[in-house]
């Protein structure tokens, strides 16, 4: 269920106009097994997610999809 809420908010956000390294080519995951209230993108469009995280923001979708976005600048701009 985390994941599936995840993609779903993250999906737009990288189908947006504005992306144009990886349109739509990025991959939304929950780390399974692990703490904390972060998320974290790497090289190639990979964007993990903490399920202490998603738990936070579960009632706030917006939230999520703006700590998405943050790590998808990330990605866009080559950090």
């Known amino acids: 269920m985390d994941e599936g809420l995840v993609v779903e908010v993250g999906r737009p956000l990288a189908r947006a106009p504005m992306i144009r ?9 929950v780390l399974r097994g692990r703490g904390g209230n972060n998320a974290f993108a790497v090289p190639g469009g990979f964007v993990y997610v903490l399920p202490g995280l998603v738990a936070k923001f579960r009632a706030a ?4 999809a703006f700590v998405l976005g943050h790590e998808i600048g990330h990605v866009e701009l080559g950090h």
């Not at 390294?21 to 995951?29: A, D, I, K, Q, V």
């Not at 979708?61 to 999520?64: D, G, Q, R, T, V």
């Open 21 to 29: 390294r990886f349109p739509g080519n990025y991959s939304f995951r």
């Open 61 to 64: 979708p917006a939230a999520l």
